[in-house]
Antibody, heavy 116, light 108 residues
Framework: EVQLVESGGGLVQPGRSLRLSCAAS????????MHWVRQAPGKGLEWVSG????????GYADSVKGRFTISRDNAKNSLYLQMNSLRPEDTALYYC?????????WGRGTLVTVSS | EIVLTQSPATLSVSPGERATLSCRAS??????LAWYQQKLGQAPRLLIY???TRATGIPARFYGSGSGTEFILTISSLQSEDYAVYYC??????????FGQGTKLEIK
């Protein structure tokens, strides 16, 4: 089955770190750029970060630049998001998504809550 | 950064009627525009890409049109399962891809 499954979310205190993972299956992971998109409670969709299929291009939203690091391991069919110096405003459901220009495949998301 | 503005924020339409949702871009995105549907508690679902091409499995009652800076998503003859939040997204290039703020389609 073609799917993306996120994990690693949870409750974390402000200033702490968290690492999200996204496991891909059912397709050739190394053929696609991959992205993280988040959704704060009751809010819209916000692009967070993206990585090209061979790591040649990486980008971040201004709101997370310098704090978050995206990476991938094509041998493990996995995408990662290292989140440091977390803030309450980073509280959101984090989705990984497959980039075919648009996002044709989404995971179900992993919830990150930043609170003391 | 390309800003997408969706209107209206909330749209109330009766079942069986037609819904028209708008997305305006701050600069031309050509036809690099997608529409997504999101139901409560679910991930977004791709409806339309290339401004007018329906994704696999999307019913013909969903119709996308437009190019450049003005785009429309039309849903003819609304079904109960169509009530959801709809987002447009431009994919000219990243960083960043950007989304509109969403239109909530509710039952009238």
């Amino acid at each position: 089955e073609v799917q993306l499954v996120e994990s690693g979310g949870g409750l974390v205190q402000p200033g702490r770190s968290l690492r999200l993972s996204c496991a891909a299956s059912g397709f050739s992971f190394d053929y696609y750029a991959m992205h993280w998109v988040r959704q704060a409670p009751g809010k819209g969709l916000e692009w967070v970060s993206g990585i090209s299929l061979n790591n040649g291009k990486i980008g971040y939203a201004d709101s997370v630049k310098g704090r978050f690091t995206i990476s991938r391991d094509n041998a493990k069919n996995s995408l990662y998001l290292q989140m440091n110096s977390l803030r309450p405003e980073d509280t959101a459901l984090y989705y990984c998504a497959r980039d075919t220009g648009f996002y044709d495949l989404w995971g179900r998301g992993t919830l990150v809550t930043v609170s003391s | 950064e390309i800003v997408l503005t969706q209107s209206p924020a909330t749209l109330s339409v009766s079942p069986g009627e037609r819904a028209t949702l708008s997305c305006r871009a701050s600069q031309s995105v050509s036809s690099n525009l997608a529409w997504y549907q999101q139901k409560l508690g679910q991930a977004p679902r791709l409806l339309i890409y290339g401004a007018s091409t329906r994704a696999t499995g999307i019913p013909a009652r969903f119709y996308g049109s437009g190019s450049g800076t003005e785009f429309i998503l039309t849903i003819s003859s609304l079904q109960s399962e169509d009530y959801a939040v709809y987002y447009c997204q431009q994919y000219v290039d990243w960083p960043p891809y950007t989304f509109g703020q969403g239109t909530k389609l509710e039952i009238k």
